[in-house]
């Protein structure tokens, strides 16, 4: 089948590597090519004219030579820049924190249109909204589900049973929640709250309109970050460098009483 030497796409830029003087090898998520990485030439340098179009956290329409190993793009301009993700420093931090995980999460040349809505619709979300840590869940929970590794929130995985209200267990090993009795086979599960699993299954069952408008405070939250975070270490076997830098800026800007504390009433 025929393929012209040019094409064009929407891309979000998700990680760039520096190669040679000023050029970069950047990767790109993409509506009808999945995850592709190419070549801009000369973009480091001052007066590039793809400089500002080709950015992390940039939604761009790209065009692309087609090239013997790589890509190479020749033409870029900017469909959202998403300012506020890049003039607030905790926003910067949720936005890489999403590109990071897309970036972990997907293979090459694998097409997911839902996936980069989901993406474009966080990276939307993340300057309008103040709800940002329910909307991070909100990402990790839909980007497992397209990953492949949906967590089972309804039943105990090991005896089919439907959980009631009281204490159970997550056990990121193998992705589910456990009734009190079948834990006792899993020692590295760990409990999760009757209000947690609300949240979790809401989450797992509606859009982000729906989503946002929950209250949660920050003991729910912090449990609902622990939860997802384990699960996420455990599939990718290490941690999330950008989570990390996110843990030194709670540390480092926590600032007890500053806001007041939101309830979830389910």
Not at 83 to 101: A, M, Q
Not at 123 to 133: D, G, R
Not at 171 to 179: E, N, W
């Amino acid at each position: 089948m025929f393929r012209p030497r040019n094409y064009q796409t929407e891309a979000i830029i998700i990680k760039k590597t520096k190669l040679g003087e000023a050029d970069r090898i950047l990767t790109m998520y993409t509506p009808d090519l999945g995850k592709i990485q190419a070549v801009a030439r000369g973009v480091r340098r001052p007066k590039s004219k793809l400089a500002g179009h080709l950015e992390l956290l940039t939604h761009s329409q790209v065009t692309l030579a087609r090239g013997r190993n790589l890509d190479t793009v020749i033409g870029s301009q900017t469909i959202n820049g998403f300012l506020p993700l890049k003039t607030d420093l905790w926003l910067t931090s949720y936005g890489l924190y999403v590109i990071e995980l897309v970036n972990q999460f997907t293979a090459d040349h694998v097409e997911d249109e839902a996936l980069f809505r989901l993406l474009l619709e966080t990276l939307q979300s993340l300057c309008q909204t103040n709800n940002q840590e329910l909307l991070l869940r909100y990402f990790e929970i839909h980007l497992l589900g397209a990953s492949g590794y949906r967590p089972q929130l309804q039943e105990c995985v090991t005896c089919h049973q439907p959980l009631g209200p009281i204490t159970n267990f997550f056990c990121a090993s193998i992705g589910s929640t456990l009734c009190p009795v079948c834990r006792l086979n899993q020692p590295f599960a760990r409990p999760i709250s009757v209000n947690a699993l609300k949240v979790l299954r809401f989450i797992q069952g509606n859009g982000y309109a729906a989503v946002g408008r929950l209250e949660i405070d920050a003991s729910l939250s912090y449990e609902l970050e622990s939860i997802t975070r384990s699960y996420l270490k455990y599939l990718l076997e290490r941690e999330v460098k950008s989570a990390n830098w996110l843990d030194e800026l709670k540390e480092q800007m926590k600032q007890p009483g500053a806001e007041e504390k939101k309830v979830y009433q389910p």
